[in-house]
Structures are given as C-alpha cells and as structure tokens.
C-alpha cells in the first residue's frame, strides 16, 4: 500500500518568515494530495489540496508544489504569522483505492 | 447544514466493555471513513464505506467493526474495548473520487 513520510516533524520560524514542509509518497497511482491544519483539540480542516494533474497551486500566502516523478509535494506558507501554529498534516489518496494515506504531522510554531 | 457530527464527544470505558460511535453527514456523501489519531502519529484509517451497505478494512481494522445501514451514517464499533483503543476517533466523509474529505469534531475515548 501506500507510504506517506512528512519531514520535520516540528518546525520554529519567526513572524514573517516561511515555512516549509515536504511529504514523499510511495504509491505512484495516488492521484490526489490534500494538506490539513489541525489546531489543538480541533478537528482537521483542509488549507489547500492539489491533484496529480497540477504542479503547483496558490491560495494567498499558502502554496503546494508536487514533483510527480520524485513522488514528492510540499507545503509553502510565506510571511509566517501566530496564528499558523498548529498541526499541518499531508495525505495522499491511493490511485486505485478509496482511502487517503496520512504523514505523521509538523508542528509549526511561529514565533511572534 | 451540520456538516459531519459525531456522538459522543467524550467516552470512558472499562476493559472488556462494549461501545458504538455514531457519525452522521448530511452532504450526501458516497464515501465515510474512520480514523484514529494517537499523540505523534497522523491519522491511521480503520474502516472506509464506499456506499450504503459496504465496507472496507483500513490500516488498523483489528478489535473494530462497521456498519453502514443508511447513506448518511457510519457506525463504529468496539466489542471488547482495550486500553490500546484509547485515543481521538474521527469520522469523515467525501464525494466518490479524488476529492476532499470532511471531518467530524471527534471522539475522545479512554479505556480503563
């Protein structure tokens, strides 16, 4: 099956700096990529997601890339700020399988 | 519109006790997931529903079972709850295919 593997598993960056999290998957069917922020105590809640068909995608100050050949995607926050501490989760969702593969999680701490 | 809800919150078991936890969407959503989320790990899925009256092993499927009688709930079972079962249950639900999946508030369940 799939392998999902999420480095660092904490990060500490200062306000207004970036932050970036790398995921490798293993499954080169997987076809869809989501990443979710999940708060202390809170549910996960999806921030971006991209699809294998896609390289890169943008939403404000949040970013993800997918090398398709390497079988890796990463996550990009630039000008960091307090309230993005939290959980960030990666997930691949198995090609030809209804079930989504999760990393182990990155603890993103911004400093104020 | 509610979203995906589960029942209950918060839960304590002894050894050997029996339980069953409800998820509930009302998006109409093909597919459900159960998850189970322990301090450092990511999500590990125990079962999936890909329909009203199917179900599928996950991850971690051993000392569970599932059900799916209607569209638009997932019932979680535990037979003989151990102290290895204690941990944060999550209930999700997507359309069918490679799109984003939503979670419940979850489940805090402790076994004693």
């Known amino acids: 099956g799939e392998n999902v593997e999420q480095h660092p598993s904490t990060l500490s960056v200062q306000e207004g700096d970036s932050a970036v999290i790398k995921c490798t998957y293993s499954?080169?069917?997987?076809?869809?990529f989501p990443w979710y922020k999940q708060e202390l105590g809170k549910r996960p809640q999806l921030i971006i997601d991209?699809?294998?068909?896609?390289g890169e995608k943008k939403d404000q100050r949040i970013a993800v890339t997918l090398n398709k050949t390497a079988k890796h995607f990463s996550l990009h926050i630039t000008e960091t700020q307090p309230e993005d501490s939290a959980v960030y989760f990666c997930?691949?969702?198995?090609?030809?399988?209804?079930?989504?593969?999760f990393g182990s999680g990155t603890k993103l701490n911004v400093k104020p | 519109n509610a979203g995906v809800t589960q029942t209950p919150k918060f839960r304590v078991l002894k050894t050997g006790q029996s339980m069953t936890l409800l998820c509930a969407q009302d998006m109409n959503h093909e597919y459900m997931y159960w998850y189970r989320q322990d301090p450092g790990m990511g999500l590990r899925l125990i079962h999936y529903?890909?329909?009203?009256?199917?179900?599928a092993k996950g991850e971690v499927p051993d000392g569970y079972n599932v059900s799916r009688l209607k569209k638009q709930n997932f019932l979680l079972g535990l037979e003989s709850a151990a102290p290895s079962q204690t941990s944060v249950y999550f209930c999700?639900?997507?359309?069918?295919?490679?799109?984003?999946?939503?979670f419940g508030p979850g489940t805090r369940l402790t076994v004693t």
């Open positions: 529903s890909v329909g009203e009256g199917t179900t």
């Open positions: 999700a639900s997507s359309y069918a295919g490679p799109y984003e999946q939503y």
């Open positions: 991209i699809r294998s068909n896609v």
């Open positions: 499954d080169s069917a997987s076809n869809y």
């Open positions: 997930a691949a969702r198995a090609g030809n399988f209804n079930k989504f593969y």
